[in-house]
T-cell receptor
Framework: KNQVEQSPQSLIILEGKNCTLQCNYTVSPFSNLRWYKQDTGRGPVSLTIMTFSENTKSNGRYTATLDADTKQSSLHITASQLSDSASYIC???????????FGTGTRLLVSP | EPEVTQTPSHQVTQMGQEVILRCVPISNHLYFYWYRQILGQKVEFLVSFYNNEISEKSEIFDDQFSVERPDGSNFTLKIRSTKLEDSAMYFCARALTGDTDTQYFGPGTRLTVL
């Protein structure tokens, strides 16, 4: 069964600190992996998209990595800001399909 | 980032009633999707729509659901006879191209079934 698991479920960090969120997936065949940020009560906003051949991709203070062999991805947030408080969702797409399989998300709280 | 709008922002309905959720299109976006997110749970795929046809749907998208984009106007999700368990946030997403393109999500419609 196609699944996406994320850890930790929730995380609290101090403003200015770095953090890393993890994603493991069993989706097959794999097309691409996306990280989304979702503020409470809002729609997800895309941070990065990585295909099979990409190992890392950055978007400002966000850096995503992908290991297609181990089916793992991480999202590293540098110098966290209060506005980073949100849920971060790992989403994996099947090859040839448009269906996205969503993880349960990591709820991040950045504390002053 | 392209703006995606949905109406209404919040819909309250009685069980058994029909509801129509709307997504305002961007002219050059060809791929449309509906997702739902029950409170506290993960986002779930409902259906994808391309060239005025459903291209894929999930097991959640049963006979009580339908989608259409009549005459290039709003992209709609209709729930024919709502149930209590249909209460959720419903997100529309659009993409310029298909699989490897970013899907832009709308702010969602919060559906409450009483």
């Amino acid at each position: 069964k196609n699944q996406v698991e994320q850890s930790p479920q929730s995380l609290i960090i101090l403003e200015g600190k770095n953090c890393t969120l993890q994603c493991n997936y069993t989706v097959s065949p794999f097309s691409n992996l996306r990280w989304y940020k979702q503020d409470t009560g809002r729609g997800p906003v895309s941070l990065t998209i990585m295909t099979f051949s990409e190992n890392t991709k950055s978007n400002g203070r966000y850096t995503a990595t992908l290991d297609a062999d181990t089916k793992q991805s991480s999202l590293h947030i540098t110098a966290s800001q209060l506005s980073d408080s949100a849920s971060y969702i790992c989403v994996v797409s099947n090859t040839g399909f448009q269906k996205l399989v969503f993880g349960t998300g990591t709820r991040l709280l950045v504390s002053p | 980032e392209p703006e995606v709008t949905q109406t209404p922002s919040h819909q309250v309905t009685q069980m058994g009633q029909e509801v129509i959720l709307r997504c305002v299109p961007i002219s050059n976006h060809l791929y449309f999707y509906w997702y739902r997110q029950i409170l506290g749970q993960k986002v779930e795929f409902l259906v994808s729509f391309y060239n005025n046809e459903i291209s894929e749907k999930s097991e959640i998208f049963d006979d009580q659901f339908s989608v259409e984009r009549p005459d290039g106007s709003n992209f709609t999700l209709k729930i024919r006879s709502t149930k209590l368990e249909d209460s959720a946030m419903y997100f529309c997403a659009r993409a310029l191209t298909g699989d490897t393109d970013t899907q832009y999500f709308g702010p969602g419609t919060r559906l409450t079934v009483l």
